[in-house]
């Protein structure tokens, strides 16, 4: 299923920039960042479990926020692309 994440970390501190280093970390070895901090995630539902454990435990909820959005399995139709950076297949082979 598609997940798009969001994240927003206050930086104002130190503590806060390393928190948003670290879950920019995590997002990027489950998703592709289509936007600064937003990433588009093809997970199934225990790697969607683990991901949002594993940011969860990375923010301070009382300064930062996190967002999972659940586009399905049929998400084709529910997301439109305009602008600069060009859409990816989230399902394609990946090349590393």
Do not use: W
């Not at 503590?15 to 199934?44: I, K, P, T």
């Not at 999972?68 to 394609?92: C, D, E, R, T, W």
């Amino acid at each position: 299923m598609l997940v798009l994440i969001t994240y927003d970390v206050n930086t104002q501190t130190p503590e806060g920039r390393r928190r948003l280093r670290q879950v920019a970390r995590q997002c990027v070895n489950y998703g592709q960042r289509v936007q600064n901090s937003v990433f588009e995630c093809e997970l199934d539902a225990g790697q969607l479990k683990l991901v949002h454990h594993l940011l969860e435990n990375l923010i301070d909820p009382d300064m930062d926020s996190l967002r999972f959005y659940n586009l399905g399995n049929k998400h084709q139709n529910k997301v439109f692309h305009i602008g600069a950076k060009p859409s990816y297949n989230a399902q394609g082979t990946l090349i590393v």
